[in-house]
């Protein structure tokens, strides 16, 4: 009965996911099989190739990995919609390491239009003025190119709430970036809807409640015999 129960609460989650951005479900049986994205006109809104995953750390420096890139650009730091840092390549650079704008950048509020390119590059302008003539003058500033991650085929992505999730034990992540030969392009103004069938998720929530109802009522049948037996022997 325990276990049935668990698996009412599963198939609960996943309908329950089948509205959040980049969501990926608990159980591959309802599953898209195609992840589809909306229109936005935000540039720091992209959505990752086919199979590819966005790479993040949080305040304790763990990896996570999701495919919703809604981010947004805080103090020089681009971010996800949860605050972790999402990783990247900056110049020089041969490790995936949270992206920011130059410091100094930041504190005097020169970064503005900032967007993500089809290649994964970070980018925004930065405004100067000559001081002798008073002239603005804008910068485009290339920060870097986001990293992306991928699992071999099979690999079965461990979700905690279906819209970050850990590597396989065992499975090393193949990372690289977009346009790079081994990843597609990154589309930018696209956020990933989720990639849970709403449909089928909820026949297989009926399901679970209908294996759930057969065994109560076994269970009962069951009680009801063994105290008919017991009966009989009185």
Known sequence: MSAALDRIAERAADARRAFTPGALPLHDDVATASPASDFTLDPLVVSAPAGAYFITRDDRN???????????????????????????FQRGSDAPAPLHADPID?????????RIEPDGSLSYSRLTIEPRTGATE???????????????????IESRDAVEAAA????????????DGAFGAIAPMQRDRSRIDIDRSLIRLKDAYLAFDALRAAETAKAHLGKTALDLVK
């Open 138 to 156: 804008a910068q485009r500033i290339v920060v870097g190119r986001i990293a992306l991650a991928r699992f071999p085929p099979g690999s079965k």
């Open 106 to 114: 930041a504190a005097l509020e020169r970064v503005s239009d900032a």
């Open 62 to 88: 763990e990896v996570r990995y999701t495919r919703d890139g809604a981010f947004t650009l805080s103090d020089g730091r681009l971010l996800d919609q949860r605050g972790n840092g999402v990783c990247g």
């Open 168 to 179: 396989p034990r065992g499975v090393p992540a193949h990372v690289g970036m977009a346009k």
